[in-house]
């Protein structure tokens, strides 16, 4: 029995001068695809960094795929953020000198991982972008960079994807396409998927739904 | 995926900036080099030349142009010396010997030294081929006097009075003396390489014959006068004493003036070194410009870079290893630079050595390493360090979840 993917409790946090934000208890079973719904300023960004262990709660506890973040050094919960999450962001941040393939490479290297140029190769390939491996970001079309950085999240085989905001710039037609990569991906690596948005587009290709409250 | 890889992959994907950056840190790097390998040639060419010399004695004059016309061969001479005035010097009872030297004439710009065969002794010159003179038409070539004149056994040539290469241009030549090539030195890296030695007699007989102010020997047998001259003697003290008291004793004598090789040469170079000081202080300039740039790029390059960063920690990456991946930034490009600018200075010098004629002379070559070069690497290695410190820290600090937290939510 594989431990729950995410599992939060008692979850608050609090920026300077503001109130804090409360999240409600919740966890996500290994395998499972969730939508976080909720309009701005309700915290999703702020749930995704806390799971990312990118913050530090304020009070209650993160524990993703049985390890609580809070046990974790902050150099530990760096490389375990590097080996068991992978993170895709609303814009798809590419480092620009590095080519695709080492782009994809980024992962296991930081993470110190072995390196496998073959799964990346593969990765490519399964996301349609063969061929592409010696171009440089900046000669990628948006949906292509998208691709690449799923890709770069697939590389080091996560317990748990986070995205957020995967789709809120594309249109209906590219959201359609981004989500079903997310989902089959998420599945093909046997991976948790926690999506984070406002775009209730999101809501059909997943399976559970937690609204955050403003 | 490597370090090395990704710290290539940064610095050629801001070229430009980085490119314009290490240039200038490489003209710094070079200028010194060239610098300091000249520099340091030079003042070993002149310690070479001058070693185990304790005196000159010559015409009254500049006693550095004495030091400069009788020892490295680069001036003219401050006049010449009565014979019996530098017998006096020889028999002297502090002189353990002493060399004379009767200069005047030229080849093909090549200085003609009437001398005996121990001033070759004094370089450790060795006959390639060939013997030394042992008549007054004898001449023995220093190795790049042979090189560059074509000459060898057996050849016969004519002095040219004058030993500038203007003197020597409009100077007449002596046609009635023939020297013949007898021997062909070895090259020894010294002031010997450049020179045409033929005996002191010959150099008297050829002056004897067809110059104005000399008699012929029979004029000479006739009224009782010796005017026989040499231009310089080189004198090896026989005691520390001498020291003291021989240079006094010389300059006592109206004919004579006594000059100390150790202290002209000292002050050569001293007036050389201020020269040199000024040129090095452009190199340092280059090289203060080049860190500035370097700490200039870094720290806008951080601005641009913070997402980079953001996500290099979002995949796995320590604040310490960002901290460290920003430093090493700046120590390679400063390293790769500082690298380059040595092969250039090295480069420039042979060159300088290959090509310009009084650096060929002096045997300049850019083929050796100085111990000072160590020294500029780690310096340019920290100044890199430096110049990455400030961005550095600042990454150190940055809140990578403040980088990625969009506006609004």
């Known amino acids: ?214 | 995926m490597s370090l090395l890889r990704m710290l290539r992959a940064n610095l050629r994907h801001d070229a430009l900036t980085a490119g314009l950056n290490m240039l200038l840190l490489v003209l710094g790097m070079a200028t010194i080099t060239v610098l300091l390998l000249l520099g340091h040639q030079i003042e070993q060419r002149l310690h070479r030349d001058a070693q185990n010399i304790d005196l000159v004695v010559g015409a009254p004059g500049s006693p550095l142009q004495l030091i400069l016309s009788s020892i490295f061969h680069l001036d003219i001479p401050t006049g010449n010396i009565p014979l019996e005035d530098a017998r006096w010097v020889d028999q002297h009872p502090m002189v353990e010997a002493s060399i004379p030297l009767a200069l005047g004439d030229s080849y093909r710009g090549f200085r003609i030294v009437g001398t005996e065969p121990s001033y070759i002794g004094h370089y450790g010159g060795n006959l390639a081929r060939g013997a030394l003179w042992d008549d007054a038409h004898g001449a023995v070539l220093g190795a790049e006097a042979a090189r560059r004149t074509g000459m060898d056994l057996g050849d016969p040539f004519h002095g040219v009075h004058g030993i500038t290469s203007a003197q020597a241009g409009a100077g007449l030549v002596h046609a009635d003396h023939e020297y013949r090539v007898s021997g062909v030195l070895e090259p020894t890296g010294t002031v010997l390489d450049r020179l045409i030695l033929v005996s002191v007699e010959s150099v008297w007989l050829v002056h004897d014959i067809d110059d104005h102010w000399s008699r012929t020997g029979a004029a000479r047998e006739a009224d009782g006068v010796d005017d026989r001259y040499l231009t310089a003697l080189l004198v090896r003290y026989r005691t520390p004493l001498a020291a003291a008291m021989l240079p006094r004793a010389v300059d006592a004598r109206d004919a004579l003036q006594a000059a100390s090789p150790a202290y002209e040469t000292a002050r050569l170079l001293q007036l050389a070194g201020i020269g040199m000081g000024t040129l090095q202080l452009f190199g340092w300039l280059f090289i203060t410009m080049a860190a500035l740039g370097f700490f200039a790029t870094l720290y806008n390059a951080l601005r641009t870079r913070r997402h980079d960063l953001a996500i290099m920690r979002t995949l796995g990456a320590s604040r310490r290893r960002i901290t460290a991946l920003l430093l090493l930034e700046g120590v390679f490009m400063s390293g790769t630079a500082a690298i380059l600018g040595l092969l250039l200075g090295h480069g420039i010098t042979e060159l300088l050595g290959q090509f310009i004629p009084q650096a060929r002379q002096m045997h300049i070559s850019g083929a050796l390493l100085l111990p000072q070069e160590a020294l500029m690497v780690a310096m340019a290695l920290l100044l890199g360090l430096l110049a990455a410190l400030v961005p550095a820290w600042h990454a150190y600090r940055t809140d990578i979840a403040t980088v990625l937290q969009r506006r609004g939510d």
């Open chain 1, 1 to 214: 029995m594989r431990p729950d993917s995410v599992a939060t409790s008692q979850l608050t946090y609090r920026y300077a001068a503001n109130s804090a934000l409360r999240f409600p208890d919740w966890s996500v079973p290994a395998g499972q695809s969730w939508a976080v719904l909720g309009p701005s300023g309700s915290g999703k960004t702020t749930l995704i960094q806390l799971l990312a262990g990118l913050r530090t709660p304020t009070t209650g506890t993160v524990c993703i795929a049985g390890t609580g973040l809070r046990e974790l050094t902050e150099r530990q919960r760096d490389r375990f953020r590097g080996r068991q999450l992978g993170i895709v962001f609303q814009t798809f941040h590419l480092l620009p000198a590095l080519t695709v393939l080492d782009n994809l490479l980024l992962a296991p290297y930081l993470a110190h991982l072995p390196q496998e140029p073959r799964r990346a190769r593969e990765l490519l390939r399964r996301l349609g972008l063969a061929g592409l491996e010696r171009r440089y970001p900046h000669a990628l079309s948006q949906g292509q960079a998208q691709r690449v950085a799923l890709a770069r999240a697939l590389m080091n085989r996560p317990a748990v994807i986070l995205a957020d905001e995967p789709t809120s710039a594309l249109d209906d037609a590219a959201c359609e396409g981004m989500l079903g990569l997310l989902v089959d991906e998420a599945a093909a690596c046997e991976a948790s998927l926690v999506v984070a948005t406002h775009d209730r587009r999101v809501q059909r290709h997943l399976a559970h739904t937690l609204e955050l409250q403003p």
